[in-house]
């Protein structure tokens, strides 16, 4: 019987395939059944890793603390407008009240995120009060929600500004009654959101002409040397940032490896300047250039503020290089 099956299907019409090539086809079969569901489509719907997605951003920047509820209700104001955006946490422990904080925390971070990025800032000491609530669309094509108290001045002298609006519509804020306490909630939070699910920005209410400015401290060149002003903390290495740029302290005629003088406070402290921590032994001090340009000063492996006993805002002198 087996005989008379086989001369029967060979007479059909061909050859019996292998059992290699039998297998090489199932081997196929299966390879194909792992290929990514892109790899199948037509051309043209190709996918590529490399572009970028229309995924809305907000970068979210608070005084708030995490040691309580503030920041989670503000995230769940706006997933509930606009469920797809990815937000970013820049800071939530900004100093309290700090205007000056703030702001260089949003003019450091905001030149490394693309145009279209919403940044959402809430530093507001004078939350409830008649300071306006605005949107500000810089020049690079970026959009900050924030209050009108200095935060945008740092940005506004770098990016320059295309536009304000002042946030007056109820319809981009909370739709409950507001309160006079949690603009972050109530007005700030939805409008980002707002922004982020597509909302033409200039129906948020009126155009406002002007910022309002900082009083930003600024250093001071004089025959003498220059003096400036330790301006924050760089947690948690207990660095001590400044506000004198890099490149005024180079006119101070210094070279790596000199031995400086500082003044911080009250206190003159001795110290090398060099590029980088490990430059100097272990706990020892040093002046450096930090990776924002300006002067910095820190131990290595150590802790500055904590070792001097150092924290901002106090005054600091450095001297011309002696001839």
């Not at 099956?5 to 019409?13: E, F, L, P």
């Not at 250093?219 to 330790?230: A, E, K, L």
Request: net charge positive; proline share 8%.
């Amino acid at each position: 019987m087996s005989g008379r099956i086989s001369k029967r299907i060979v007479s059909s019409g061909g050859s019996i395939p292998s059992p290699s090539a039998i297998f090489r086809a199932a081997l196929a079969i299966a390879l194909l059944s792992f290929l990514p569901v892109a790899a199948q489509e037509s051309p043209g719907k190709e996918s590529n890793p490399h572009v970028a997605t229309n995924t809305p951003t907000i970068v979210f920047m608070t005084d708030f603390g995490i040691a309580n509820d503030a920041v989670p209700i503000c995230k769940g104001v706006i997933l509930g407008i606009a469920g797809n955006t990815r937000i970013v946490d820049l800071s939530h422990t900004v100093t309290p009240y700090s205007i000056e904080d703030g702001g260089r925390f949003l003019a450091g971070t905001s030149p490394y995120f693309p145009p279209g990025t919403i940044f959402l800032v809430v530093i507001d000491p004078g939350v409830g009060s008649t300071r306006k609530a605005i949107i500000v669309k810089s020049r690079r094509g970026q959009f900050f929600v924030l209050p009108d108290n200095g935060l945008m001045t740092l940005v506004e002298d770098r990016d320059g500004i295309e536009g304000i609006r002042e946030i007056t519509n109820p319809a981009w804020m909370i739709g409950t009654r507001l309160s006079s306490t949690f603009h972050g909630r109530d007005i700030f939070s939805p409008t980002a959101a707002h922004l982020a699910a597509g909302w033409n920005w200039t129906e948020a209410g009126p155009e406002v002409k002007q910022l309002v400015r900082a009083n930003l401290r600024a250093p001071r060149m004089d025959t003498s040397g220059i003096n400036g002003d330790v301006i924050a903390l760089d947690d948690p290495y207990g660095n001590l940032v400044t506000n004198i740029p890099a490149e005024d302290f180079q006119k101070l005629g210094y070279s790596v490896g000199d031995r400086i003088v500082v003044r911080v406070g009250q206190q003159e402290i001795t110290m090398p300047y060099h590029k980088t921590f490990s430059d100097v032994p272990t706990g020892q001090p040093l002046l450096y250039i930090d990776s924002r340009g300006r002067v910095g000063l820190a131990v290595n492996q150590g802790d500055f503020s904590r070792e001097y006993k150092l924290r901002p805002t106090i005054p600091l002198f450095i001297p011309r290089k002696s001839k």
